[in-house]
């Protein structure tokens, strides 16, 4: 691949849903729409693929828009965590759009949810290959503009008030977000993540930086539902359609996640006790209050909804370990937990329409849907982390290094993510028990599922067992993607090169600038 193709790479995954995007906004026919949206998803698969393949072996590939460098110009930077999460997301895009293909909705259709959803997957990846902080925001704008516009699209009483709450939430976040942005750059003089790096590693351990670490993470925190700022989540997510649903659970609550790890790793890691601390004791926290929540719930989607809050208290608790194989765990564990949220979302949309119902409480439905059976108990066993499942191999090296960690409070978030994985392990078993187990009433009739309709949520199964059987693989890479996180030296040279980045000078404010023609300057003096 030549250079200008690779230097190309980072925005393609961005600029490809993007274009196609304000494409579906034109007026056409359902089938061309089908055909624009799936193509949109697999291009940006495919590019996120190729990223992916590039960066594997270290590179950082960096796209400067408008032939402007790093610091003082905007650039797309893929690494191997970028290109990671912009896989993982692309994948899921492609499930979203084939569910939403295969099951029509001419009233959200009328208004453009396709197009919406192409503009949610282009903010979503702009959010993973972002190069400095304050485009870090604008991405979650652009993510949040067409997930706001579709969580309420359809206008029910449920979503216009869950989407209300869901909108509160992320804008409050978001203006925290532009003060911390204002912070960095008024401490630091730049918000390039590698600059910032560069800035905060020459400045030392500093008291200010840390107060600005401390104010992104309670910012990302927000965005990826820690307890207690994750109220919104449970109940938004089921109040969604189906596909639109299930590319929410799995994907944006690890953009959040994202950024946690992106900016406690390669950029503010000089004094990580402090928010190492707090992550720790939000982990453990948000691990119990997911399990306990699903317990507690009796529809298919409220239940899963808390266990995607489960799911980030786990990613939580192991970036606060701040060890590297806590890391490499953890990196492991998003895979994991991505794969196995979107095929639980996906059984869950053939559950409710083959039972008509939401509640879990149908029976009987073994005979009629084996095959979705043995799905949902391999997903079920993953989430609660139970071998030979994907899910033991990413919790049991979670577990593993918070017993290697040492600390008092590591000990109590073990006992937290042991806890909480049993209890887990029964909400799922009842989920199992109450819908496919015991006799099927004969008044309650079956809804018909079309063959297309169950295949994303068969596939999506196929992929979290894949996981199990590639553990290796995937551990490997979470690996190399840890030790890169850990030693930032490679992703400062790949962004700002060899040569040092000469700022000029504050200006003081006691200078005169002389005039072009000639005239002296008024003397300054009272009013």
């Not at 003082?72 to 895009?93: E, N, P, Q, Y």
């Not at 709450?165 to 912070?183: E, F, K, P, Q, T």
């Not at 909804?305 to 192991?318: D, N, P, R």
Request: with cysteine.
């Amino acid at each position: 691949m030549s250079g200008i193709m690779l230097s190309a790479l980072p925005l393609a995954p961005i600029l490809t849903p993007l274009g196609l995007g304000v494409l579906l906004l034109a007026p056409m026919r359902r089938g061309w729409q089908v055909a624009v949206a799936l193509a949109s998803a697999v291009l940006t698969l495919l590019f996120g693929l190729s990223l992916l393949g590039v960066t594997a072996g270290g590179a950082v590939l960096v796209s400067e828009l408008g032939g402007w460098p790093a610091p003082f110009g905007i650039v797309m930077t893929a690494d191997r965590l970028g290109s990671f999460m912009s896989v993982l997301a692309a994948g899921c895009g492609v499930f979203t759009v084939w569910l939403m293909a295969a099951r029509p909705d001419p009233v959200r259709e009328k208004h453009h949810s396709f197009a919406l959803t192409s503009f949610l997957f282009a903010g979503v990846q702009l959010s993973f290959l972002t190069g400095d902080l304050f485009n870090l925001f604008v991405a979650f704008e652009v993510m949040l503009v067409a997930s706001y516009a579709l969580a309420v699209l359809g206008s029910t009483r449920e979503q216009l008030r869950e989407g209300f709450r869901y909108i509160v939430m992320n804008l409050s976040a978001s203006a925290l977000l532009v003060v911390a942005c204002g912070l960095a750059y008024g401490t630091l003089g730049t918000l390039n993540f590698a600059h910032l790096a560069q800035r905060s590693a020459a400045l030392g351990p500093n008291a200010t930086v840390t107060a600005v670490g401390v104010l992104l993470l309670i910012v990302f925190a927000a965005k990826g539902a820690l307890f207690p700022l994750g109220f919104w989540l449970p109940g938004t997510y089921p109040a969604l359609p189906h596909a639109t649903g299930a590319f929410f659970a799995a994907v944006l609550t690890k953009v959040g996640l994202y950024a946690l790890i992106r900016v406690f790793t390669t950029v503010f890691n000089q004094d990580p006790d402090l928010p190492n601390t707090l992550l720790l004791i939000l982990g453990a926290v948000t691990m119990l209050y997911g399990a306990l929540g699903a317990l507690s719930q009796r529809e298919w989607r409220r239940i899963l909804s808390f266990t995607v809050v489960g799911s980030v208290g786990y990613l939580a608790f192991g970036l606060g370990l701040g060890t590297p194989g806590a890391l490499r765990a953890s990196l492991a564990y998003l895979a994991v937990s991505v794969a196995v949220t979107l095929a639980l979302f996906l059984i869950a949309a053939v559950a409710e329409q083959a039972g008509r119902s939401r509640l879990v409480r149908t029976r009987g439905f073994i005979d009629v849907l084996p095959l979705l059976a043995a799905c949902f108990l391999l997903c079920a066993l993953t989430v609660a982390g139970l071998p030979p499942t994907a899910g033991f191999v990413a919790k049991y090296g979670l577990v593993r290094a918070g017993l290697e960690q040492g600390s008092v409070l590591a000990g109590v978030a073990v006992g937290s993510a042991l806890l909480s994985s049993l209890i887990t392990l029964y909400a799922l078993l009842n989920v199992w028990r109450g819908f496919f187990w015991g006799r099927r009433p004969r008044e309650n009739p079956v809804g018909a599922v079309p063959w297309a309709e169950r295949l994303p949520a068969y596939l999506a199964s196929a992929l979290v067992a894949a996981l199990a059987v590639f553990a290796g693989p995937l551990l490997g890479y979470a690996g190399a993607t840890a030790d890169e996180l850990k030693n930032n030296t490679r992703y400062i040279l790949g962004v700002l090169g060899s040569r040092p980045v000469d700022l000029p000078a504050r200006p003081k404010g006691d200078e005169v600038q002389q005039p072009k023609d000639g005239h002296t300057p008024l003397p300054e003096g009272p009013p």
